[in-house]
């Protein structure tokens, strides 16, 4: 038996079969983003020639910042940076009409790829479930504002993706109006933003939002946060102006910077953008004041912010909550929010503990909050409460990953969670995700969000102290 083949209306794919489900790697669905198309809107590839032999992955897009091991990935060359990667389960045909899940990555809006071990889409395959990743441009390419260019140019890519779904994955066994989204950190605020344009309901039909909901800055507030960025690139910060330069040399610039900064600053760099157009309105206050076209499914993890301990102490010393409206500013964080948070925490934490609370629900609890309580029925919620063995030893950002995937034993993923993951948590946690994916429901325990008690928790039980999340507005 040979190697798997499709014939789609991009051409003829071969890909090849691995660890018991077909793989397509690498298909492009966009021109390279690159010459007078760089810092434009994607275009859709020219149709394949021949057989197009989809057995490695595509280049990964220009990283704007760089994390130290085990957040690493291969940079791959090359300038078509706009390609995804399709899963199947070994006998899928044409037609089948499987349910389909993509995925786009997180990286705080400035890094990521598809070839990262850890998104493999094995187990989706596996378990009957048409698995789709898309690579996206990030950092300077795909989320800087600039004056010459169209804002959100990242988003615009994970649309043109969506729409090569809807083209072209019936040939491989998915239905395209069965297609749930799916992302972790700017992945999942990526598709939540998603969830508030004109293309919910038609390329996608639901989604699941694993610590992140879109929280997108006014132009002007765009415009702040590329000044960073100006002095490292030694030029205006224009698209005629940066096209004279190499994109890779450039993102390599940028994050220099970066890796002098810290992590609350970086979070804010790379904004979507409110631009009247795609995003008219911030996605968090709309998924705030009610449901939206598509059923959703979002959650947290416990203690998001320990992430960043792993690096190395960044919480201020002195004077931590006095300097924390100017520190978290971009955040949300302002006079009234610190005030809640001293009331709330200040008996039972200290400053620099309370400082990571707010760091944590300004980035991710708090816009979490507010999407599930405003689209209530439309949702499901869910609360991430197992503790790595290793490094923070708590619920920290990114360690659900390996158990949505049902990949605990990715070798990059137990380098910050241990070798104790328990198998009985990923099944639970990714049995959950397929039965959504499947049939939008999660499972016959787990009931819509209406109240604190229909948030389901994975891991040792555990509350959200929601007198501090209500303090967030949006």
């Known amino acids: 038996m040979g190697e798997p083949q499709v014939e789609s209306p991009a051409g003829k794919i071969s890909g090849a079969s691995v660890g018991g489900v077909s793989r397509y790697l690498g298909i492009p669905y966009g021109k390279p983003p690159v010459g007078e198309l760089r810092f434009a809107l994607p275009e859709p590839a020219d149709r394949l020639s021949g057989v197009f032999a989809a057995t490695e992955f ?15 990935y291969p940079v791959i060359e090359g300038d078509n940076w706009l390609t995804l990667n399709v899963w199947t389960p070994p006998d899928a045909q044409p037609g089948a009409d499987l349910p389909v899940y993509v995925w786009f990555y997180g990286g705080s809006f400035a890094m990521g790829s598809t070839a990262q071990s850890l998104f493999d889409g094995t187990s989706f395959a596996r378990d009957g479930v048409v698995y789709v990743s898309a690579n996206y441009r990030v950092g300077l390419e795909g989320f800087t504002h600039l004056p010459d260019a169209p804002d959100n140019r990242g988003l615009h890519d994970q649309i043109l993706a969506l729409q090569w779904v809807q083209d072209n994955i019936s040939a491989f066994g998915g239905d395209p109006k069965r297609v749930t989204i799916g992302g972790e950190s700017a992945g999942s605020m990526s598709v939540s933003t998603l969830a508030t344009t004109k293309y919910a309901g038609s390329l996608f039909h639901q989604v699941i939002c694993e610590s992140g909901i879109g929280v997108a800055a006014p132009i002007e507030t765009a415009k702040q946060a590329a000044e960073p960025l100006k002095a490292a690139l ?29 992590p609350h600053n970086v979070l804010t760099l790379f904004p979507p953008v409110v631009d009247n157009d795609l995003v008219p309105v911030n996605p968090a206050s709309r998924l705030n004041r009610g449901p939206v076209p598509v059923k959703m499914l979002i959650g947290n993890n416990q203690k998001e912010s320990d992430f960043w301990r792993v690096f190395g102490e960044f919480v201020p010393g002195e004077h931590t909550l006095k300097t924390l409206d100017v520190l978290l500013r971009p955040l949300g964080v302002t006079d009234p929010v610190v005030t809640a948070y001293k009331k709330v925490y200040g ?28 689209q209530l029925e439309n949702c499901y919620a869910y609360y991430f409460t197992w503790p790595s063995s ?9 360690l659900d990953l390996g158990f949505a995937f049902d990949n605990i034993g990715d070798p990059g993923f137990t380098l910050y969670a241990g070798d104790g993951a328990p198998q009985s948590l990923a099944d639970d946690i990714h049995g959950r995700w397929l039965s959504f994916i499947k049939t939008g429901v999660p499972g016959d325990d787990w009931n819509p969000y209406r109240s604190e008690d229909d948030v389901k928790v994975f891991g040792p039980p555990a509350a959200r102290n929601t007198d501090a999340l209500k303090a967030w507005s949006y």
Request: aromatic share 4%.
């Open 58 to 72: 595509g280049p990964t897009p220009p990283a704007s910042m760089e994390l130290p091991a085990p957040y690493t």
């Open 390 to 398: 290793i490094h923070t030893k708590s619920p920290m950002h990114t």
């Open 234 to 262: 030694g030029l205006h910060l224009t698209a005629a102006a940066l096209r004279e330069k190499d994109p890779r040399e450039q993102a390599a610039a940028v994050a220099k910077v970066l890796h002098k900064l810290s």
């Open 347 to 374: 008996d039972s934490l200290s400053a620099g503990e309370i400082f990571l609370e707010l760091l944590s629900d300004g980035a991710f609890g708090g816009p979490t909050y507010a999407a599930q309580t405003g």
